[in-house]
C-alpha cells in the first residue's frame, strides 16, 4: 500500500509541476485511474508525437466543437492559441468542424449505402490524384 501512495504522490507532483496545479476533474479520479491516465494525457498533451502541438490543439477543438463539450472547447482553443494558431486558423477550423458531422447526419438519414459509398469516395480520390498528377 505504501509503495501505490508513494506512486499516487509522484502523480500527483508531476501534474502539479506540468500545470501548476492538479484540476479538480482529475483530483475527483480514483489514485489507481489518475496514476494510469496521466502519463499518457501528458504525453498526447505535452510531449513529441507524430503531429505538432498546434494541430493537436486544433483537433482537440474541432472535436471539442463536434461534441459540443465546453470544457474542451475552452481548454483546446486557448492553447492551440499559446502555440500559434492565428485567428484565421481559428476561424477555417470553426467552419470546417461542421462538416464531419452535418455530412455524417445527412448521409445516415439517407441510410446511403456503405459500400456505394466506399466506391465513390475512392473514384474521388482517384480523380483527385490524377488532377494532382497533372498539375505537375
Not at 474542451?72 to 502555440?83: E, S
Amino acid at each position: 500500500m505504501a509503495t501505490e501512495t508513494h506512486a499516487h504522490d509522484d502523480t500527483r507532483s508531476d501534474i502539479e509541476e506540468t500545470l501548476g496545479i492538479v484540476p479538480g476533474f482529475l483530483d475527483t479520479l480514483p489514485e489507481e485511474a489518475l496514476d494510469n491516465e496521466w502519463p499518457t494525457m501528458k504525453r498526447f498533451l505535452f510531449g513529441e508525437t507524430a503531429l505538432d502541438p498546434k494541430t493537436r490543439e486544433l483537433v482537440g477543438l474541432a472535436v471539442a466543437a463536434a461534441i459540443g463539450c465546453e470544457y474542451c472547447r475552452h481548454f483546446h482553443r486557448g492553447v492551440a492559441q499559446l502555440h500559434g494558431a492565428t485567428e484565421a486558423e481559428l476561424a477555417e477550423l470553426s467552419f470546417l468542424a461542421s462538416y464531419t458531422p452535418r455530412y455524417s447526419a445527412m448521409i445516415q438519414a439517407q441510410d446511403y449505402d456503405l459500400e456505394t459509398f466506399y466506391g465513390e469516395a475512392e473514384q474521388i480520390a482517384a480523380h483527385v490524384q490524377e488532377g494532382a498528377a497533372g498539375d505537375d
